[in-house]
C-alpha cells in the first residue's frame, strides 16, 4: 500500500507554555493517521473490532526535529513499513503542510488479538483490607514474536510468551510458554513442539 498523506490543523490545547505543540500530542497525531490510513485501505478499526479483533500498540517512539506552534497546519505521511500477519508496523513523517519543514519524524509496532482474548496485567490483594483500600500491583506480559492466539485466550500477569508457538482456543495461560511449541488448557500447559511435519503449505 502507498504512503497516505492526512492533514491536521493545530489546535490551541495542543501547545504548551513555550507557544509549541506538547510533545505527547505527536503519538495521538500518529493513531489519527494511522486510523485514517487503515480506513482508506478499506479495513479500520471499526471493522477489525466487529470481527474481535484487537490490534494494541507495542511500542510507540518519536524523534522531534523543529517546533509545530498554534494555527499550522501539519500533513502527516504514515507507511505500512512491516506485516507479518500477526504483526504490523507504520512510519510517520510530520510535515509542515506551507513550508515542507519536517517537524517529527516516528513508528509504532502492533499486534493482532483475536476474538475475545484478554490480558490482564493487575494482581489484585488477597487480602480483603488492602483491597479496600485500592492497592494492586502490575506484573508486565511479554510476547514473542509470530504468535498466534487462538479465540478466548485469557494471559494473566507476569506470564512470557516464547515467539512462534500457538496458544489454543479456551487456554487460560498463568505460567511461561517457551518457543516453537503447541500449549493449550486451562490452565495451558505445553502439548508438543511444532516441527516441520505441521506444515500444511507443501513447502
Request: proline share 4%.
Amino acid at each position: 500500500m502507498e504512503p497516505v498523506l492526512y492533514e491536521h490543523k493545530v489546535q490551541y490545547y495542543e501547545t504548551d507554555k513555550m507557544d509549541c505543540v506538547h510533545h505527547s500530542n505527536y503519538i495521538r497525531w500518529f493513531e489519527e493517521a494511522r486510523t485514517y490510513l487503515m480506513d482508506q485501505g478499506g479495513f479500520g478499526y471499526a471493522q477489525m473490532e466487529a470481527l474481535g479483533v484487537m490490534s494494541p500498540v507495542l511500542k510507540a517512539q518519536a524523534e522531534y526535529r523543529t517546533m509545530t506552534r498554534f494555527g499550522e497546519t501539519v500533513e502527516i505521511e504514515t507507511t505500512i513499513e512491516d506485516y507479518t500477519g500477526t504483526r504490523i508496523a507504520f512510519s510517520y513523517q510530520v510535515r509542515d503542510k506551507a513550508r515542507g519543514a519536517l517537524r517529527c519524524v516516528g513508528r509504532t509496532q502492533h499486534c493482532f488479538i483475536g476474538p475475545s482474548c484478554g490480558m490482564y496485567t493487575a494482581v489484585h490483594p488477597l487480602i480483603a483490607e488492602e483491597r479496600d483500600r485500592g492497592l494492586e500491583k502490575a506484573l508486565p506480559i511479554t510476547v514473542g514474536d509470530h504468535v498466534w492466539f487462538g479465540g478466548d485466550v485469557t494471559v494473566l500477569p507476569g506470564v512470557t510468551i516464547g515467539s512462534y508457538s500457538v496458544i489454543g482456543a479456551g487456554s487460560v495461560v498463568t505460567k511461561d510458554i517457551p518457543d516453537h511449541v503447541v500449549a493449550a488448557g486451562n490452565p495451558c500447559r505445553v502439548l508438543r513442539k511444532i516441527t516441520e511435519a505441521d506444515r500444511i503449505g507443501g513447502e
